[in-house]
């Protein structure tokens, strides 16, 4: 897939899929490939391996490589496969190049988390990834500390087509969108579909999105409410998750991955506990709130 075709498919719904782990603890790739298969089966044109909600940073480099290779598996070319790389600038550039050969159509860097990154290097993190991998870069942004040329700088490289901006920072990317033109990546709703709406009123196009693990039909609803512009109806259809995200907000967004794989065990798919430091399992209150949510949306 060319980079304008990537762009493109950009602009739909990027599903996060989780990662699925044995009675052993290991990564079970059955499972897993059984959870990319339902969302690709959904009607998702981007699959995400080993994002966050795969629990990337739970994961060693070789069970990253192995998400990657069973994301690639199930997808059987249906969809695009969006290979998730970072951690120091070596290992980022090797599981990029690892990527490419397992045949994913793009990468996506997380954002360094070392607490003394400055933030023009950052920018140059990604940067060099996008220069080292010989495939089409999605840099994930989850700070606003980056400033507008850091982030152009980024988005403007010939080798990034979407930036998965991921900050409440509202006022940065209407700047960015606003500083952009047909040759610089697409900006992307990184927060999901709750945030979708005002970022859409932005010029952001598509979403992030975990829930298409649980009920992708409701993302896909979304999504289309969005790109015809009705608005009413997207702010209708968000109300009807808001339960089910404002769970995964918990104890500062630690509950996030722990609410889809409950939900995925509630659905027939034991994805196993969350590794720490995610939160392993839900409470009973939660559990049960979470329980009656899935039950009301019939599935």
Known sequence: ????????ALCGISGVHATAYGADGGVDADLTGRIVERIVAGGIPNVVAAGNTGEFYALSPDEVRLVHDTAVAATRGRSNVVAAVGRSLTEAIALGRRAKEAGANA???HQPLDPFAAPQAQAAYFRSIADAVNLPLVAYVR????????????????????????TTNLMLLAECVRSSDAATAVWVCGLAEGWAAP????????????LVNVDPARSLAIHAALEAGDYAKARALVAEIARFET??????????????KEALGLLGFPAGAVRLPGLPGLDPADRETLEREVSRWGL
């Open 1 to 8: 897939m060319d980079n304008q075709n990537l762009r493109r």
């Open 107 to 109: 990468i996506m860097s």
């Open 143 to 166: 700070s606003d500390a980056m400033g507008l040329a850091d982030l152009l700088s980024v988005a403007n490289h010939p080798n990034v087509v979407g930036v998965k901006f991921a």
């Open 199 to 210: 970022f859409y009123a932005l010029g952001a196009r598509g979403f992030t999105s975990g």
């Open 247 to 260: 769970l995964r907000t918990r104890y500062g967004n630690g509950a996030n991955v722990t609410v889809v």
